[in-house]
Structure formats: structure tokens, C-alpha cells
């Protein structure tokens, strides 16, 4: 339905705000765009109805290059409902949700019932709130009136940029609720922008995450809550939200005590570290106690005969860690995806323990953990 097609935008002052996005929002289908500030999420949607047009590539709304569309003309056919409400104060309520079937010159007994009947589908007695002025309502109760607005003319596609941000939780989730529920009835094309992932993940059928004028990954939110691309994603997710996942966290999943060295340690003591442990894989901290990353037994191995090297000389920074809190859906998948050994539990850039598939056996097991090497002595409890 929407469909961008290598689009960027530079600003006049040099702001490369998009930079080459490919995406195809589906008919009926409520896309939500989400990042922090700034990421371009309101120059992507103001690109769709020419509020802002592209520097480079090309946008089709119902396979129509929309560059070739009067701009006025699209406007008319796509909803939008910007942050700051938008309600024109001087105008009744009636007036402000017949903005554009007046445009379009309905009939006015079909605009009439067309507004009542919108009123009614978010609450709004049409005989109460038909003849108010916009401040003589709630927030809340705007809000929902600016919502309806972009509704009126009945448009396939609506634009909504942070429609709910400036409400109350308990308004914007009551909104959030009525959105849900009029979508299943009308199924429109919705793009929406929003700050919030709880809110995101609510409503959409799929979440395009920005990040820097990029699209750093765009997921239906089961897929999106299960396999974040990055730790970008993650974060965004936030911590919170990953504790939920079934099942124990990696903390029961992990062995505390493990084969640690400093990355200033020659090699003979990272092995001798190594074979004390009964462990292949060393987790390198620095002098201040920060994680640094993995030194494996082969590589500490076929350096041994180079005296001067140091740990810090054979040491890997890029292997994936997890928090304490990450489920073990999160950690079956590393192991799963990747062929890493075992993986390093790491809080605020404390190295707090290791998981390898023994630990995260015993940890399923619902067995208490023990030091890393010694599980075969227990083995006749
Ligand atoms: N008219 C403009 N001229 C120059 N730079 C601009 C202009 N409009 C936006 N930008 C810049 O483009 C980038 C993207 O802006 P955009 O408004 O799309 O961000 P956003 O994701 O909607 O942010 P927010 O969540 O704060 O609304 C920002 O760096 C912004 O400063
Ligand atoms: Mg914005």
C-alpha cells in the first residue's frame, strides 16, 4: 500500500535525516515506527502525504508514485493526526471532524451522521460533545477527537505521529485499547510513530525500529521480543521486558566461579588458569574489573611459544555476552545461532559469570550450580 523505495533526506543544512530506506507498509496493516529522537521517524511519515519530500528514491501510496500526485489531492485521501492534536479552537467539535468530508463537499445529512457515528465509536456522546469548542474538552477526550478526524473522509491510509504522547497512562491506554478495537473494524493502513515500545508493541502488526535515519530492524513483536538484532534493539526493548521471557534467567543459568585473568597476564598464566579451572575458555577482565572479553584455549595455545604476548594479545572482544536477566529462550538461541563455546554473563560491564551448555543444564535442572570443572565430583549426589 505504502511503499518507500530507496529514500533519503538531506536537509538544506546538510542533516542526512533518512538515508536509503526500503519499506513496504501492507494494505490494512498498522506499521509502527519507533526510536529514540531525532532517529527521522516524523520526516518518514511527513514524506508519505509531501509534508516533506525526498531527497533521493521514490514513495507509491496504492502503487501511485506519489511525486506525481497534487499534493493537496493526496492529503485528502491520507489521515493524519500530528502530536499537538491539531484542533482547529474556533471551530466546534462537529466542525473539526467534518474538516475534510466538507473538503470534499459530502452531503451534508451524510457528514452529519458520519461524525455522530465516529463520536459514538470512542465514547463521545454525539449530544453532549457535537456543539462543544475543542477547550471546553479533556486532553483525552481531544486526543480521541483528533483521531476521529483523520477518520472522517473514511481515507485508506492515516498518518499518526505520537497521537497519544501527551497524554495520561491511564488515557492513553484506554486509547491505545479503543485504537486496537477500531482497527479490527476499519483495517486501514496506519503508519505510527511512537516514543513507547510498550505502546508499540500493543498495537502493531509490525515494528520498524530507526535508529540514525536507518531502519534497523522491522519484526512483527513476538519476533522482535524474541530475536532483537542487536544490542541496540535490546536496549530499546529494555531489560524490563526481556525478564519476562519463560523459563530461568541466565543468572540461574550461569557458573560464578570461573577462569578469569586480567589482560595483562602473560600466557603461561592464562594456561595455567585455564587447566586449574578444567575450563577452554578465559574471561579477560582489565585492571579496574571491566569485562573486556574471551580468550580460547586454542588461540592462547598456538601463541604460547611468543613470549611476549599477553592476553590482551589474543583476546576476542566480540562474542556475544547476555545479562543477568536474559531468559533462557535468549540463551538457547546464542548457543543455537552461533558456535560459541559458552557465554559471559555481564552486568553494567561486570563480568558476573558464565553460562556453558553443563551450567545451563544443571540450571534447567533446577540443580544448584558449582564451580566451573568440579560438576564430575558431584555427579554420585
Ligand atoms: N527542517 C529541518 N532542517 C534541518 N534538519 C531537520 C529538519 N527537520 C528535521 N531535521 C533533523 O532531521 C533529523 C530527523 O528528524 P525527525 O523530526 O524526523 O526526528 P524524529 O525521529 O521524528 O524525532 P522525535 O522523536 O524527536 O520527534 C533530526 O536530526 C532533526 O534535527
Ligand atoms: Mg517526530
Request: net charge negative.
Amino acid at each position: 500500500m505504502i511503499t518507500f523505495e530507496n529514500v533519503s533526506k538531506q536537509y538544506p543544512d546538510g542533516t542526512r535525516a533518512l538515508k536509503n530506506i526500503t519499506l513496504t507498509v501492507e494494505e490494512g496493516e498498522l506499521l509502527t515506527l519507533i526510536g529514540p529522537s531525532g532517529c527521522g521517524k516524523t520526516t518518514t511519515m511527513k514524506m508519505v502525504n509531501r509534508l516533506i519530500e525526498p531527497t533521493e528514491g521514490k514513495i507509491y501510496v496504492d502503487g501511485n508514485d506519489i511525486s506525481s500526485i497534487d499534493p493537496v489531492e493526496l492529503r485528502r485521501n491520507i489521515g493524519y493526526v500530528i502530536q499537538q492534536i491539531g484542533l482547529l479552537p474556533h471551530m466546534t467539535i462537529a466542525e473539526n471532524v467534518a474538516l475534510i468530508p466538507n473538503l470534499k463537499k459530502w452531503p451534508k445529512d451524510k457528514t452529519q451522521k458520519r461524525v455522530d457515528e465516529l463520536l459514538d465509536l470512542v465514547g463521545l456522546d454525539p449530544s453532549v460533545f457535537r456543539d462543544r469548542y475543542p477547550l471546553e474538552l479533556s486532553g483525552g477526550q481531544q486526543q480521541r477527537v483528533g483521531v476521529i478526524r483523520a477518520l472522517a473522509a473514511e481515507p485508506p491510509v492515516v498518518l499518526m505521529d505520537e497521537p497519544f504522547s501527551a497524554l495520561d497512562p491511564i488515557s492513553r491506554e484506554q486509547l491505545q485499547d479503543e485504537l486496537v478495537k477500531l482497527q479490527k473494524e476499519i483495517k486501514k493502513t496506519i503508519v505510527f510513530v511512537t516514543h513507547d515500545m510498550d505502546e508499540a508493541i500493543k498495537i502493531a502488526d509490525r515494528i520498524a525500529v530507526m535508529k540514525d535515519g536507518e531502519i534497523v530492524q522491522l519484526s512483527d513483536p513476538e519476533t522482535l521480543l524474541r530475536e532483537p538484532k542487536n544490542a541496540f534493539v535490546q536496549n530499546f526493548i529494555g531489560e524490563e521486558r526481556l525478564e519476562s521471557g519463560k523459563g530461568p534467567k541466565a543468572s540461574q543459568l550461569m557458573f560464578v566461579k570461573t577462569a578469569v585473568v586480567t589482560e595483562t597476564k602473560g600466557l603461561a598464566e592464562a594456561m595455567k588458569t585455564l587447566k586449574d579451572h578444567l575450563a577452554d575458555t578465559l574471561l579477560v577482565i582489565d585492571e579496574s574489573g571491566n569485562y573486556k572479553g574471551v580468550a580460547f584455549l586454542e588461540d592462547i595455545h598456538n601463541s604460547y611459544n611468543e613470549k611476549n604476548m599477553k592476553v590482551k594479545d589474543v583476546l576476542k572482544s566480540d562474542t556475544p555476552v547476555v545479562q543477568p536477566s536474559a531468559p533462557y529462550s535468549f540463551v538457547a538461541e546464542i548457543f543455537a545461532k552461533t558456535n560459541v563455546p559458552s557465554i559471559p554473563v555481564v552486568e553494567k560491564n561486570k563480568l558476573v559469570g558464565l553460562i556453558t551448555k553443563a551450567s545451563m543444564m544443571r540450571g534447567l535442572a533446577g540443580l544448584k550450580q558449582v564451580e566451573m570443572g568440579k560438576e564430575e565430583e558431584l555427579n554420585g549426589e
